[in-house]
């Protein structure tokens, strides 16, 4: 019976970058939100004249002359321009947050990835150095057919897989065999003694 294997715990880069993306679609839930009300102010104040907007600031300050002569005497007037400023700066603001937090989310996705990786080590381990096992075994399958066919002699083109590209010879240096054991003896999928003992009984085979 094949073993569930087990999730890994969560871990640092995973939980922040789920926090920030949770944290940033609040902010442009808000700003969008925000955009939406301002088109609706530039909407209600385009009939509004420079004169207008001048007389209001006008009756604004002639309240201000009045202030303490009783208390809550005249209600306060409505700073539009003012709430539309303070509207667009938060605005402003949120959009830099989210351009900071797009360069944020880069990094932690980066992070993040490399920890996933570094917990499942052991399995990225165990799927190269199979891999391996299957270039070498590939190489061990093709020097049976060449001793085979240097027992029968067949005819050219009866000769089975005589045009396969398949990865090249381990022998060969140029090959992408060579080439992927080579890496693979680097990483440590396969040992170095066993990648040269490869190369060396193949190119026996080829000479």
């Known amino acids: ?96 947050a989210l351009e900071e937090g ?24 165990a799927c190269m150095a199979g891999i391996s096992a299957a270039v070498v075994g590939l190489e061990l399958a093709l020097q049976k057919r060449d001793a085979l066919l240097k027992e029968i002699k067949p005819p050219v083109d009866l000769i089975p897989g005589a045009g396969w590209v398949f990865l090249g010879r381990v022998g060969r240096s140029e090959s992408q065999a060579y080439r992927f054991l080579q890496a693979a003896a680097a990483a440590g999928w396969i040992s170095n003694d066993r990648f040269r003992a490869e190369v060396d009984a193949s190119r026996k085979t080829l000479s």
């Open 1 to 96: 019976m094949r073993k569930t294997p087990t999730p890994p715990t969560p871990i640092a880069a995973q939980a922040q970058l789920a926090a920030l993306t949770a944290r940033l679609c609040e902010i442009k839930t808000s700003r969008d939100n925000d955009n939406a009300e301002l088109v609706r102010r530039d909407k209600s104040n385009a009939g509004l004249s420079p004169a207008h907007t001048e007389a209001t600031r006008r009756t604004r300050a002639a309240r201000e002359l009045l202030n303490g002569a009783a208390v809550n005497l005249l209600p306060p007037l409505t700073d539009e321009a003012g709430s539309i400023e303070a509207l667009k700066e938060k605005i402003r603001t949120a959009d830099a």
């Open 102 to 125: 797009g360069r944020l989310i880069a990094q932690l996705r980066y992070k993040a990835g490399v920890e996933r990786f570094r917990a499942r080590a052991d399995d990225v381990r």
